[in-house]
């Protein structure tokens, strides 16, 4: 397959992004670096990222052979990359090991999670902003392929709408050249008319009308940071923070971390989306504290550090 450079270009500046807020979150969770973010400053290198990254990797490496989400492609990635120590949430460990050790298959293990439900976890929304730049010049297929990729470890109707959420705003943010004033709500309301009706949705709704609210924890306490690691409490927080500071990254994620809750995982969500913009990186003091893409990812030795 003939890979188009300008789609990998996009999806590997939306990994870096998505790296370095992962990166970046998972520091505040370290007790010694409390002082650090009331007085916002950064922590000492190196940065490690987590699974959120890690799985992030396989959805860019799967696009990158494949061309779409590939199903069967995506969890074998998944569970070939999957490393213990990334901290993966219980039932996607469980699964992974699974899949890797005894040839399980994903779609009776995805299936029958909570009773036959699925999980609603935000798992599938982490990873997926590389997958919305990849496919920016079609936002309703980003949408369509989110939609795939959830499906491989998360099946509940919210965490499949919060994958598409994410994946939207990255289209949509990698295809608006220059952030203005009104961005920030254009880019929730293509969110919203893209995304099923759901939690998610109504949540990114309240998010709209809260774009001029200026303190992250008043919209936490409404809008949820990812504390119950549901996609409807992670998705419309983080995305506010993504649209309220689209054109700066180091202020959206010090929005984020602010609010608490899953810091890693808000922080990955807003980091990805807002990197695939072309004027949107991350502070190069930000991406040198960052630990590496690993080298299995193509292309990852040009994206950035």
């Known amino acids: ?53 890690e799985m992030a990797c396989s959805v860019v490496a799967v696009l990158d052979t494949r061309g779409a989400a590939d199903q069967d492609a995506l969890a074998a990635a998944f569970a070939e990359h999957y490393d213990v120590d990334r901290g993966y949430g219980p039932m996607v460990d469980r699964m992974l090991r699974q899949i890797a050790q ?69 289209a949509l943010r990698a295809s608006t050249p220059a952030w203005g004033p009104d961005s920030g709500g254009a880019l929730l309301d293509g969110v919203v008319e893209l995304v099923p009706r759901s939690a998610v949705q109504a949540g990114l709704r309240r998010a709209r009308d809260m774009l001029d609210y200026g303190d992250p924890g008043t919209v936490a306490a409404v809008l949820g940071c990812g504390r119950r690691t549901s996609a409807q409490d992670t998705v419309p927080f983080a995305l506010w923070a993504a649209a309220r500071h689209g054109g700066d990254f180091e202020r959206a994620l010090w929005t984020t971390v602010q609010a608490g809750g899953d810091m890693d995982t808000t922080c990955a969500i807003v980091g990805g989306v807002l990197a695939a913009g072309p004027d949107c990186a991350p502070p190069s003091a930000w991406t040198q504290r960052t630990e590496p893409l690993p080298e299995w990812v193509p292309g990852a030795d040009l994206a950035g550090r």
């Open 1 to 53: 397959m003939t890979v188009d450079p300008a789609r990998r270009d996009r999806a590997l500046a939306s990994l870096r992004g998505l790296s370095v807020g992962d990166a970046l979150g998972s520091q505040f969770f370290v007790p010694a670096h409390y002082p650090l973010l009331r007085r916002g400053e950064l922590p000492p290198a190196p940065w490690q990222w987590t699974d959120d990254t």
């Open 102 to 170: 005894e040839g399980a298959d994903w779609r009776e293990l995805a299936a029958a999670l909570f009773d036959g439900r699925g999980s609603w976890g935000n798992g599938a929304a982490m990873r997926v902003a590389p997958l919305g730049a990849w496919f920016a010049d079609d936002p309703a297929r980003a949408a369509a392929e989110a939609q795939q990729s959830s499906y491989v470890t998360h099946q509940h109707r919210e965490a499949v709408c919060g994958t598409m959420a994410v994946a939207v705003a990255a």
